[in-house]
């Protein structure tokens, strides 16, 4: 949802209040009047309906993935997602990384008091409509309310489970001296739409958040017998720390061909007047994988053919070293990326 | 933790930054110092040091329970507990609830930039100590840091699984005419306290949260094969509201004994003080089983042998009906139980 929509009409029961009260975090009378009328409808699934303290669910596998994330977006709203699109496709992806089938989902909300009432409805269908594209359920959650000044409109944890289907271990350990690392897509486009869209900017080509989620193209990858050393998506702090972190980790070093990795021009020009490196820019919808070189191809070929996935390519390769990510840059220059010591922007996930 | 312990000495490296910055939050090298520092140390087990998207972890079972919570209490520390212990207790104990075996948490923190580091490194070693007196693990998290202004120190969200190990299915839906209805312990020790602790009142005799996990007793419970229909601890709300919810969905009355509701002395004096129903007052480590009547007697037996759990007692039974839930009052009368709209106290877990 790129614009503001129509005003969303609110279920009956919820119209004497506009907005947010206490009263709907104490877990009585309105409480449940927005479990039923806003979170049901939006997430309907048979483990929902329980209301009990917890869903439970039969388990196929013998190895299960587990993540979280809390959702502290501002804006809440912003080309191409919202808050609601972020809290379910980030922690499926976090899923996909550890390479898991994601198939549950929880959902816990902290309100302000006075959040539009039309705010909660827009991000709950949004999160019913993400968890549908991504094949998976909401199945259990939580609604607290906190005092007018205590919050920012509305903070969302999402945690998950998966079925991890990868038949070998999948993460920075596993990474290799030769490995060729190939990211999904081109980077930026997430951290820049945030800063854009709170500091009131518009660029002459629109830009828009890349959330969404990836399993598809990484469980395909896994199907098809892929041999994946390690995945990481791209978030907060984009492709040069997810690099710096498996290197460390790793114990190898990463050389980065920074030519190669993939920027829209119109978020290379939005970064330059924003005053940012799009290496650091957070990313919601794209992910790098360390594979042996001889996989980098089928690996594309997976990636040329996911919904999303815009120029997917080789990036770089691992070398033996000490755990340092260096990036030759496009005059063959060669520098090292180091941490940030914080992020170039905060409140962007 | 009652009282103001000695100030906790800051690990080295944090100790820059005797209070939380928006840096802390940004996914780069001061996040990773709060995670190597603070979280590692507290939570120590081998899943959260694969510092990878997520845990992953083997599985024994079919059946698994899944369950979030959030916890937004002011303020952050009381007598008897703390945002800590609560977050972990009140997680553990929904698993519980659901006939399942706690196995692993996640952790995801919503701090306001300036909470005193001290304050979270307290916060964690709470988390820790909660943890391993419930035999469960921390293997997974998030951290998010939000500007001054937007938060109110610290917001924690925990989410569990749990592997299931009742046979037989546990919820409203179970609940049968006849059924006897036994409470594990005292209530309206948390919510006093907290609201208490909150307007700055003390009494004679001191009153202390009840936090507690209670799955040691379910668990006990299960293993000796007590047949239970449902469960449910009595958090937001109050027993009034568990009882009034659980005869909804079951479809059968509840006539519940209020001679027979064991409560404190001193926490039937503070309620009057601050003009609040013990029945509605939350609690965190408490809860009720619906049981056959034949197995009143062993649930009992169980309960008087757990640790924490003061004054079990039968407090009502179920009977044909169509949902609604009566008090017989000390002197004989009856009344109908109602959900409030809101809650007696807001902010309370």
């Known amino acids: 949802?790129?614009?503001?929509?129509?005003?969303?009409?609110?279920?009956?029961?919820?119209?004497?209040?506009?907005?947010?009260?206490?009263?709907?975090?104490?877990?009585?009378?309105?409480?449940?009047?927005?479990?039923?009328?806003?979170?049901?409808?939006?997430?309907?699934?048979?483990?929902?309906?329980?209301?009990?303290?917890?869903?439970?669910?039969?388990?196929?596998?013998?190895?299960?993935?587990?993540?979280?994330?809390?959702?502290?977006?501002?804006?809440?709203?912003f080309p191409g997602g919202d808050i609601g699109t972020l809290a379910v496709c980030g922690t499926v992806n976090d899923l996909a990384m550890c390479g898991a089938r994601p198939l549950y989902l929880s959902a816990g909300f902290v309100i302000e008091e006075g959040l539009p009432m039309e705010t909660l409805i827009r991000t709950a269908q949004s999160m019913g409509e993400a968890a549908a594209r991504a094949n998976v359920q909401i199945v259990t959650g939580d609604i607290k309310v906190v005092d007018r000044g205590k919050g920012d409109g509305l903070y969302i944890n999402t945690s998950g489970v998966g079925a991890v289907i990868s038949h070998a271990p999948i993460g920075p350990d596993q990474v290799r001296p030769g490995d060729a690392i190939v990211i999904s897509g081109d980077i930026g486009r997430h951290g820049v739409t945030v800063l854009a869209e709170r500091e009131?900017?518009?660029?002459?080509?629109?830009?828009?958040?890349?959330?969404?989620?990836?399993?598809?193209?990484?469980?395909?990858?896994?199907?098809?017998?892929?041999?994946?050393?390690?995945?990481?998506?791209?978030?907060?702090?984009?492709?040069?720390?997810?690099?710096?972190?498996?290197?460390?980790?790793?114990?190898?070093?990463?050389?980065?061909?920074?030519?190669?990795?993939?920027?829209?021009?119109?978020?290379?020009?939005?970064?330059?007047?924003?005053?940012?490196?799009?290496?650091?820019?957070a990313n919601e919808g794209c992910f790098v994988a360390f594979v042996p070189e001889r996989e980098a191809a089928a690996v594309l070929n997976v990636l040329n053919r996911a919904d999303g996935c815009f120029a997917p390519s080789v990036i770089g390769r691992v070398a033996a070293g000490s755990g340092q990510v260096s990036a030759v840059s496009p005059i063959g220059g060669r520098r090292a990326l180091d941490l940030l010591s914080g992020e170039q922007m905060p409140r962007i996930c």
Do not use: K, W
Request: glycine share 8%.
């Open 1 to 77: 949802m790129t614009d503001r929509e129509p005003a969303i009409v609110c279920p009956a029961p919820l119209r004497d209040y506009p907005h947010i009260v206490m009263a709907h975090g104490g877990g009585g009378a309105l409480t449940r009047d927005l479990i039923t009328n806003i979170f049901e409808p939006a997430f309907h699934n048979r483990y929902l309906s329980q209301m009990h303290d917890g869903a439970t669910f039969r388990v196929t596998t013998d190895q299960m993935a587990f993540t979280t994330d809390n959702y502290v977006v501002s804006p809440l709203f």
């Open 200 to 281: 009131g900017l518009s660029f002459e080509s629109a830009v828009e958040s890349d959330v969404q989620p990836v399993a598809d193209p990484v469980l395909t990858m896994l199907e098809e017998g892929i041999a994946l050393h390690c995945l990481r998506d791209l978030t907060r702090g984009g492709l040069a720390t997810a690099l710096i972190e498996i290197a460390e980790q790793a114990g190898h070093d990463v050389e980065m061909d920074e030519m190669a990795v993939p920027v829209a021009e119109t978020v290379r020009g939005a970064s330059e007047i924003l005053g940012l490196d799009p290496l650091y820019i």
